[in-house]
């Protein structure tokens, strides 16, 4: 198993409402969209320390390519 149990592509742009909700101690729920028909992730601590690095690497590369684009 590989820890992912849906396979979804989303896009969120700006101005997306975003709400979060800790669960306990290892469970933090994360919804994006309207509250009737939200898309939900759902991490543990681990794996959400994963993704927020993973969105950092890639928020760098994406800064790196914006100021290489300006100049």
């Known amino acids: ?3 992912l149990s ?3 592509y989303v896009t969120i742009r700006d101005h997306c409402p975003m709400r979060y ?3 306990d101690s290892d469970t933090v729920e994360f919804s994006f ?3 009737r028909d939200p898309f939900e992730f759902v991490f ?3 794996a959400l320390r994963e993704f927020l690095r993973f969105g950092a690497t ?3 590369e994406m800064d790196e390519r914006g100021q290489a684009s300006a100049e």
Do not use: E, F
Request: aromatic share 0%; hydrophobic share 45%; no cysteine.
């Open 58 to 60: 890639a928020l760098g």
């Open 33 to 35: 969209g309207g509250l």
């Open 44 to 46: 543990d601590a681990t």
């Open 6 to 8: 849906v396979n979804s």
């Open 1 to 3: 198993m590989t820890g």
């Open 21 to 23: 909700h800790v669960v």
